[in-house]
């Protein structure tokens, strides 16, 4: 065998079919990977205290001498108690076990033990209740926790990979090319694999540590930027002249100093042979949609065609909107294609694409199905990006001969986030609001306080102005469409008597909600009520009052997201939350969210608070999940692993490299977990 590490599991001593099995459902199937299956946290015996000097309630290691055999005491039936005293010379603590004979039965009187526990007991009387117990002669080190399963102990798992170290150690292979390790000052990975488990010291472990976070992270950075490679070969497509000034001069506003530097910086990409690639980042109402506009009004006037993608069908109707009356006076000619779009409609628009008789196609996930077929597609934009995956952004793509592509975030993305998830992407931030912008006001208040912010809300929508309400998220059992129909009849038929009010929500056809956005944007409704359907992209600018029940069910982010759809007009705006949660990181994130309407500094919050997994809510975004690098505490180096990526990269684009085949295994398996390896 040519590698005994990636031979089964079940070769190993101790393992056997049973075993085996067990560890398939913690995804272990080799001895390759049992050697990758790192401990989740470690348990310090290393560093061994005195009884007296042990903290009260934390975990430690005491070694002491067992003074008498064990007592057993029958407490009441089912209850047994199993008592001993020990002693490290100076000091005695009391042990005690549950309904554990077999621990009991291990400490013999006169030997010496490590006991590992938390400290416990009253009136100077030290007592440990059932602690971990190994034999002094062991050694006082730090020990692994695994991540267990039922039938498989951490213990356990710690034994065999003691075994497959000891049996396959040697065959390990670094993926880390020599020259690399050496310049990132980095141990070996035989080194590294033995302290991730067994850990000589706390030294040792944090080198083990640095080693494979970089690893993984070289890999991921790897993948993705191969990812990108695809789109980054030559494209015919270039826009050479260059349009902005004449778009500028009529648009009714001046644009921000960052909005004219983003939209340099696209048309210099579009200019070059190297198709564009790049993300634009900016807070919510930082003017995205008019950087897009004139990007693709240069790419149209050039003879390209251009695609615009997002993620509803709300907000795609609002884009054609938005764009046709931009760009409909260039004599760019604009079409919408959605679910809503009729069958008719939609034959006739795939026929204009397809001719070249259309210039700019706005719409949905409908854009992406096969029969859409481009003259001449340039340029892909996709707005609220997130909400896609690799393979969507890839598939838009596809409809062109390697077309310029311009990312839009729909909220600030803290930076690791944003290198991992768009790898390579370059950057654009548009780090300046247009002026004249409100500070919007921000409330967080218990729901005793919900009268009062009726009446707030009927102040605002008698001046003429308008508000939203975001509905209680649904409990289990009710649906969605039956709480927010409720909720909208509770207000209606009450403290709204007499007010024009809508109601939005997810189940509604995309017909029906762009006809409630229709009412809402020309104030036929005053006050829209809403699940989270309206969070992204929505502008009214009449609208100064967002409410959000059940606040604290929110990430930071998509409050912000709400929160932006206020303040975007000449009015003073609000923002209340309202919410009766006691748990203090709850409040901790509502304060964050009165205290600051900075969307990036919110979204770093975001991700301290509730980690990457949750950032993006539930949806997926197309990452391979991570085995031991931290979004948030290996930010370092993340940045030294893109920069060592993109000089394999540069030497050796297709990973063939004798050096790097390693690496580019490593590569394959990263990502087969998204079957996107970037190396087909
Ligand atoms: P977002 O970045 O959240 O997508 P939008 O593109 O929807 O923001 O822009 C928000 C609002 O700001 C829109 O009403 C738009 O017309 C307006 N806007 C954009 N740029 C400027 C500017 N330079 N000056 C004034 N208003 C602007
Ligand atoms: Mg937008």
Redesign the pocket.
Known sequence: MANQSEMDLRYLKGVGEKRAGLFHRLGVDSIDALLHFYPRAYEDWSRVVSIAGAPFGEPCCVKAIVSRTPSKHLIRKGLTLYKTEVTDGISLMQITFFNNPYAAGRLKEGEEYLFFGRVGGRFGRREMASPLVERAETGARIRPIYPQTEGLSSRVIETCVARALEQCGDCLQDPLPDALRQEQGLCHLRFAVENIHFPADHEALARARERLVFEELLTLQLGLMRLKARTRTQTALRAEWDYSEAFFAQLPFAPTGAQRRAVAECLRDMRSTTPMSRLLQGD??SG??AVAAAVIHTAAQNGLQCAMMAPTGI?AEQ?YHTLEKLLGPAGIRCALLTGATSTAQKREIKRKLLLGEVDLAVGTHALLQSDVIFHRLGLVVT??QHRFGVRQRAALADKGDHPHLLV?S?TPIPRTLALMIYGDLDVSILDELPPGRQQIKTYAVGSALHQRVYTYLKKHLDQGLQAYIVCPLVEEGETELTAAQEYAQRLQNGPFRGYRLGLLHGRMKPREKEETMRRFASNEIQLLVSTTVVE??V?VPNAVVMVVENAERFGLSQLHQLRGRVGRGVHPSTCILISDAENEQARQRLQTMCDTTDGFRIADADLKLRGPGDFFGARQHGLPALKIANMVTDMEALGRAQQAARKILRKDPALAQVENLGLRTAVGALFQSVGETGLN
């Open positions: 919510v109402g995205k949609t907000l884009h707005d609220e839009m729909a992204v992209g502008d």
